[in-house]
């Protein structure tokens, strides 16, 4: 068996929370430092445009702590002038490109590389030179799959929302095409040697199918541990979901 799946903290959410009352509490960074401190193997933080939960300071912040413990953070950005020159300022361990429009509440999709070849392949490069790991959010599609092994993209993460929802629904027919539509793509990415990682609605009911995929190597969560910490904290919500990616993943032929 390989090495066991990452798992990656997404702390937006703890900074929505804050930014609805406005203040210091929650503060992200704390969670961040529960995180490491718990054994979680990476910080997600996503500063978007609107500055609607994650803020500049956060991420600078963020970035510190993840140097102190020694662990990896994954900036999530759009392709935008502005974020790629606060990655290049700041340095990441990860830069994760990802759509993005203001009226959406959250990542509604993938990236279309194949339609912003041009820009996502002059962020790569640019990070590939940096030494910034880039890693491309994307549906699915092996059309999206090809053109990020085009990029030279050494990371992609598939988006896992669709999947998650029709078993969340119990719609059947749509859940095992969307599985089956990942299993293949997962594939096509090892094929092409990129890394692949998944991320977007997984919970406790979900990760199993995902982690018994092969050639999964990270998986990134972030609203739904964020909102179990509520009931069970952020420690115990970290463990729960550790163990269940860990039982699912073991004896995976990769």
Do not use: W, Y
């Not at 933080?45 to 993840?66: M, N, S």
Request: with cysteine; aromatic share 4%.
């Amino acid at each position: 068996m390989h090495d066991r799946i990452r798992l990656g903290l997404n702390v937006d959410h703890v900074a929505t929370v804050r930014n609805a009352r406005g203040g210091h509490a929650p503060d992200p960074v704390r969670a961040v430092q529960m995180a490491l401190k718990a054994g979680v193997d990476g910080i997600t933080a996503h500063l978007r445009e609107d500055r609607r939960h994650i803020l500049d300071k956060d991420v600078f912040a963020i970035k510190e702590v993840c140097d102190t413990f020694g662990r990896p953070l994954n900036f999530e950005m759009a392709v935008t002038e502005e974020m790629v020159a606060m990655a290049v300022e700041m340095k990441p361990h990860a830069a994760c490109l990802v759509p993005e429009r203001r009226e959406e509440r959250t990542t509604e999709g993938g990236l279309d590389v194949v339609g912003q070849l041009e820009a996502v392949g002059a962020a790569v490069a640019k990070f590939n030179a940096l030494g910034i790991r880039s890693s491309l959010f994307i549906a699915t599609d092996p059309a999206q799959v090809r053109a990020a092994a085009l990029v030279k993209a050494p990371v992609i993460e598939f988006h896992t929302g669709a999947l998650c929802d029709a078993f969340r629904e119990q719609e059947d027919v749509i859940f095992n095409n969307e599985l089956n539509r990942l299993q293949a793509a997962v594939q096509q990415a090892h094929d092409l040697g990129i890394e692949v990682h998944a991320g977007h609605g997984i919970d406790f009911d979900t990760v199993g199918f995902i982690a018994r995929i092969p050639h999964i190597r990270e998986l990134n969560i972030g609203h739904f541990l964020i909102g179990e910490a509520i009931f069970i904290g952020l420690e115990a919500s970290l463990h729960r979901m550790r163990d269940l990616i860990d039982a699912a993943h073991k004896g995976v032929k990769e």
